[in-house]
């Protein structure tokens, strides 16, 4: 039997659903999933899953080392669990910029400040400048802007600041997290895209004022949509995440990737509409079927410095020697809007 478990926390809808419908599509391979049951892990504890979606450990330290330890026993995770806990939204940007994705005009913030329990002192931080420049970071970014973490999700500590008291009144309360500052994007519409396996996207009319999805098939251009498509697979490929949403705000035409550090996405059917939900139950299925069945675990490291020329396949980023040593290749692959899902 090839097991496949589930790491979840506070989901209702789509668990179950997502067990019955690998253990229906599995059952001719000898596939059964099941959820995760942890007890405590001893080292060289062998591995019981051949493939394990993760949709917690962010929250939960031992979810996060059991997992680490299940991929160098051999598990293929969704995500992976070693690159998810060193990638943070400021890096993304700086990646998508370089990648030639649209992106809006952001700044990393030294934090307000720090917890109580690190011994930090006005001696630890003698390389900061002081004082900030608020005024020139603002005209750098324009106002309105946008102030929210450089790591983090759920829209929580996120700010818009229409001049520097604001922004200062904004930063004050922000203690102790790392923030970034950023251009605001006055979208006329917004798209937030379902990703499973790196390249298979689904586009998706969102509203981020009510935070709903909705159903309109013909809601971007055939153009439109092509680009969003293609953006958000370089995004993925680079990143090396299967499991994901990207968003886009389109402003004159142009999409602008807002938010790709999303691994583990809402799922639950009530908020997501019956239609996604059935869509989503069954693209991760089947994805983790196929892992089950061929995935080799380098396939889940980022393919970045590839794609960026700074490494050949098997560098600091831990890409597969078959993966191809050629940047140029490896983009032109990521780029190829027909490409097979990897």
């Not at 591995?47 to 680490?68: F, N, P, Q, T």
């Not at 092509?226 to 090396?240: M, S």
């Not at 590839?306 to 098997?314: I, V």
Request: with cysteine; hydrophobic share 40%.
């Amino acid at each position: 039997m090839i097991k496949v478990g589930l790491l979840c926390g506070r989901e209702y809808s789509f668990p179950p659903a997502f067990i019955v419908r690998v253990n229906e599509l599995g059952k001719k391979d000898g596939i059964a999933a099941e959820f995760v049951k942890l007890g405590g892990t001893r080292v060289g504890e062998r591995a019981e899953y051949r493939v394990i979606v993760d949709r917690i450990s962010h929250e939960v330290d031992y979810y996060r080392g059991y997992l680490k330890h299940a991929v160098l026993q051999g598990t293929y995770v969704i995500n992976n669990p070693f690159w998810w806990a060193a990638d943070d939204k400021f890096l993304n940007y700086s990646l998508a910029s370089k990648l030639g994705i649209a992106i809006p005009k952001t700044v990393l913030l030294p934090q307000k400040g720090y917890p109580a329990d690190v011994d930090i002192t006005s001696e630890s931080l003698h390389n900061l400048k002081y004082p900030m420049d608020w005024d020139g970071l603002l005209d750098y970014v324009g106002r309105p802007a946008i102030l929210k973490p450089f790591s983090g999700g759920g829209w929580k500590h996120v700010y818009k600041v229409h001049n520097k008291e604001d922004l200062l009144a904004a930063y004050d309360k922000t203690c102790p997290y790392c923030m970034t500052l950023q251009e605001f994007i006055d979208f006329s519409q917004y798209v937030r895209c379902f990703t499973f396996g790196k390249t298979d996207i689904l586009p998706v009319h969102y509203d981020p004022k009510e935070r709903r999805y909705l159903v309109d098939h013909d809601y971007l251009s055939p153009e439109l949509s092509a680009r969003v498509v293609k953006d958000a697979r370089t995004i993925n490929q680079a990143l090396g995440y299967e499991m994901n949403t990207i968003e886009f705000a389109v402003k004159d035409g142009v999409p602008y990737a807002i938010d790709f550090l999303n691994p583990a996405p809402d799922f639950e059917r009530d908020r997501i509409t019956e239609f996604y939900f059935q869509h989503v139950v069954e693209r991760m299925a089947r994805l983790v079927i196929d892992r089950a069945l061929t995935g080799a675990v380098s396939n889940s490291w980022p393919r970045w410095e590839e794609m960026l020329g700074m490494g050949a396949a098997g560098g600091f980023g831990g890409a597969s020697k078959s993966a191809g040593a050629s940047a140029v290749a490896g983009q032109s692959a990521v780029r190829q809007a027909g490409a097979k899902p990897k």
